[in-house]
């Protein structure tokens, strides 16, 4: 038997919302990771040791990702500027000129 799912359940998540709600936090210093009880802050934080190796290159891999962001939206940006099709009309431009050089410089050969 089927049942219609509660409406209250399949609405998503506003993102502006979500958005606002995080900048409030961010604006108001508070910490959320304090909000989190100790004994589960305890097991999530790297200890000595192999812990501390793995969240080293849990850093690492997070900078990373961030930097492909950050490179990955200043194309997205360049592209929705229009700079690729600007740059491509001028390549073009510039290699039809060259054409007409080696063609004219072809034509000057005894």
Known sequence: MYREPNPAFTQSLQKNEIL???????????????????????????????DAVEAEAIRVSTERSYEFVKETRAVLDAFNR?????????????????????????????
Request: charged letters at 40%; glycine letters at 4%; hydrophobic letters at 30%.
């Open 20 to 50: 606002r709600d995080l900048a409030i936090f961010r604006a108001s210093d508070i910490d959320l990771s304090k909000l989190i009880p100790d004994e589960i802050n305890k097991e999530t934080r790297p200890s000595e040791g192999a």
């Open 82 to 110: 229009g700079d690729p099709e600007a740059q491509g009309k001028k390549i073009e431009e510039i290699q039809s000129k060259l054409e007409e050089v080696i063609k004219d410089l072809s034509s000057l050969r005894p």
